[in-house]
T-cell receptor, first 115, second 115 residues
Framework: GQSLEQPSEVTAVEGAIVQINCTYQTSGFYGLSWYQQHDGGAPTFLSYNALDGLEETGRFSSFLSRSDSYGYLLLQELQMKDSASYFC????????????????FGSGTRLQVQP | NAGVTQTPKFQVLKTGQSMTLQCAQDMNHNSMYWYRQDPGMGLRLIYY???????DKGEVPNGYNVSRLNKREFSLRLESAAPSQTSVYFC??????????????FGEGSWLTVV
């Protein structure tokens, strides 16, 4: 099965840059996704890396290295509203077991942005 | 533009009672999911439906049943609620393709407490 590891908490100040790492163990997957969840809210899609390298979407960037089984989410110019939990997720590539084709999520990283 | 709608939003059950969580999506997605999220943890897959008429067990299916009523609706039933099922339940949907299936859309969540 899949296993994803993330730090449980990260703290940073407004205007700073923060990197949230995700390491994973899976035999094959379609790519690495990132989701944001504010307290009491639903997870929302942030970014997806199908291939190795960096994907940039405004202040957020995401990186994937399949050879290192590693990815990260980079948040720049941090704002107070970025305080939330961030989850990495993968979708297993194996066929024949459709239950595994849903996303598997890491346990999440709680980001606290301080003034 | 409703997206994924789930009801009820809050529910308190007594141990042994049964209930059904309802979910509907208006995005014409083939795949639908039920996840649960316990405090400070990631999302764990309960059941998954790749298309109308098919359902598959996820990571934590025990104590639950599901029904994919049609393409829009995917319900989750607790036959005999237990305190261990106290959680936040999220319904979600996505396209069933290799890359876009990594972008899933969540409902607002259902807070269930079993006493």
């Amino acid at each position: 099965g899949q296993s994803l590891e993330q730090p449980s908490e990260v703290t940073a100040v407004e205007g700073a840059i923060v990197q949230i790492n995700c390491t994973y163990q899976t035999s094959g997957f379609y790519g690495l996704s990132w989701y944001q969840q504010h307290d009491g809210g639903a997870p929302t899609f942030l970014s997806y890396n199908a291939l190795d390298g960096l994907e940039e979407t405004g202040r957020f960037s995401s990186f994937l290295s399949r050879s290192d089984s590693y990815g990260y989410l980079l948040l720049q110019e941090l704002q107070m509203k970025d305080s939330a939990s961030y989850f990495c997720a993968v979708r297993d590539k194996r066929r024949g077991d459709t239950g595994r084709r849903a996303l598997t999520f890491g346990s999440g990283t709680r980001l606290q942005v301080q003034p | 533009n409703a997206g994924v709608t789930q009801t009820p939003k809050f529910q308190v059950l007594k141990t042994g009672q049964s209930m059904t969580l309802q979910c509907a999506q208006d995005m014409n997605h083939n795949s639908m999911y039920w996840y649960r999220q316990d405090p400070g943890m990631g999302l764990r897959l309960i059941y998954y439906s790749a298309s109308e008429g098919t359902t598959d067990k996820g990571e934590v299916p025990n104590g639950y049943n599901v029904s994919r009523l049609n393409k829009r609706e995917f319900s989750l039933r607790l036959e005999s609620a237990a305190p261990s099922q106290t959680s936040v339940y999220f319904c979600a949907s996505s396209e069933a393709s290799r890359n876009s299936g990594n972008t899933i859309y969540f409902g607002e969540g259902s807070w269930l407490t079993v006493v």
